[in-house]
């Protein structure tokens, strides 16, 4: 296990030796997976990507310097994938299959890099966008995000002396490990770490994925994070995300096609893979239509992760979809991944243990829960609901309408024709959990 000094390596901070992105691989999985499918199926559709702070009050051009922000994202478009990263993408096993990646897919990526972004100010906030190939912009989200994030943590952080920081890991620590000894307590736990996109940090996110590896064994069966997947010999977890529904959405002529674009991505995608990456996200344009006009062959595959509603709201209404045609949920799974914290981790494992298999993404609250834990005023630790999305394709703008429509994105003209298509049964506007 690696010992880092989390509060010596702060206050001595060295920008070369701890850059915020180290690699290509720190992404995660359903990155890769995804680019693979947007790589044989859209190598020519364009896509647009921007970063959205949900939080508006965090004034992030105030917080961080502009010199740095530029200068982290023209060190991520510096790298590439190196030799022994694409060796072991090759010869790995992900979810029990063998050459998961195309010897010629990998070929392409070995001289992929990350494409030019615009970034320019306003009212207090960063508009940065990355257009180009979606082939490309695809792999700036996860960078992106993680950027952002610890540059905040670190203005939050720059001047504290070391002592202070001391005392800030170690009540973190000690937070995190009480957390671990609550999970101890659920015997068939199954839990990965999802936290790359608003981490604290890098290295914050190495120790807390060494964390729950100690703490929990086998319950903890990896992380979303390929790079640590690599480093500390853990499975490489993850799906598909929004981003793939929304661009199909944005490319779809006419009402019907619009209608039929979450399942047209459904069957590019179980072209290429199967199994346990057989896992539906429905909320794109709102779980209740998803589940309302999917086809019977949806309810064959693995599970659902659901992602804007209640875990326990969520998970009830798919369990009763697949009884209404013939499934026995017990041979199901739900994935709960949405602002998960112990508490309701706590709370959704004891009300569907037993009657479906479960699986917890922990997202924010692992990677990036300071809160209560610094000797001093640091508004800038508390996290906050930040998030790049795909604003458009070829030209013609992407909408999320989310089961919360806190969380929708995109043009007003575009969010009221997709909710007439789709409807609006089942939205309910909820504050936005990071």
């Given at each position: 296990?690696?010992?880092?000094?989390?509060?010596?390596?702060?206050?001595?901070?060295?920008?070369?030796?701890?850059?915020?992105?180290?690699s290509l691989l720190d992404t995660d999985f359903y990155k890769l997976l995804m680019l693979q499918l947007i790589w044989r199926r859209y190598p020519d559709v364009q896509a647009t990507f921007e970063l959205i702070n949900r939080h508006r009050a965090v004034r992030l051009a105030d917080d961080i310097p502009e010199a740095e922000l530029r200068a982290q994202l023209d060190h991520a478009r510096s790298l590439r994938f190196t030799r022994r990263e694409l060796i072991w993408l090759a010869g790995n096993t992900f979810y029990g299959r063998q050459q998961m990646f195309a010897p010629d897919f990998l070929a392409w990526l070995a001289d992929a890099q990350l494409p030019e972004y615009e970034l320019s100010k306003q009212d207090g906030q960063y508009l940065l966008r990355f257009p180009g190939p979606w082939m490309l912009t695809t792999l700036w989200e996860i960078p992106a995000l993680a950027i952002v994030n610890e540059l905040r943590s670190r203005a939050a952080l720059q001047g504290r002396d070391r002592f202070a920081l001391d005392v800030l890991y170690a009540r973190a620590k000690a937070k995190l490990w009480g957390k671990v000894e609550r999970l101890q307590a659920l015997p068939d736990l199954v839990l990965s770490d999802f936290g790359t996109r608003r981490r604290h940090s890098f290295l914050w996110q190495r120790w807390c994925v060494e964390a729950l590896k100690e703490g929990l064994g086998a319950r903890f069966i990896g992380t979303s994070n390929v790079l640590l997947a690599m480093e500390s010999d853990l499975e490489a977890i993850g799906t598909n995300a929004h981003e793939l529904p929304m661009v199909l959405a944005a490319l779809a002529d006419g009402d019907d096609a619009l209608r039929a674009a979450p399942y047209r991505v459904l069957e590019d995608w179980r072209e290429l893979y199967s199994g346990n990456l057989l896992v539906v996200l429905p909320d794109a344009f709102g779980t209740a239509a998803f589940l309302?006009?999917?086809p019977d062959w949806v309810a064959d595959w693995t599970g659902f992760r659901p992602d804007s509603l209640p875990p326990v709201e969520a998970g009830e209404q798919v369990i009763r979809w697949w009884r209404e045609r013939g499934r026995d949920p017990a041979n199901k799974l739900l994935i709960f991944s949405d602002g998960m914290d112990v508490d309701s981790i706590e709370k959704t494992y004891a009300h569907f243990h037993g009657r479906v298999r479960m699986s917890f993404g922990w997202g924010t609250n692992l990677t990036n829960d300071f809160r209560d834990c610094a000797p001093f005023a640091a508004d800038g630790l508390d996290p906050i609901s930040l998030v790049c999305k795909v604003t458009a394709a070829d030209g013609r703008p992407a909408v999320k309408l989310s089961d919360n429509p806190a969380?929708?994105?995109?043009?007003?003209?575009?969010i009221a024709r997709y909710l007439r298509v789709f409807g609006e049964a089942g939205r309910e506007t909820t504050p936005v959990v990071v």
């Open positions: 296990m690696l010992r880092t000094d989390l509060a010596t390596r702060v206050h001595d901070h060295n920008w070369r030796l701890d850059p915020i992105i180290r309302r006009d999917a969380k929708a994105t995109g043009d007003k003209d575009e």
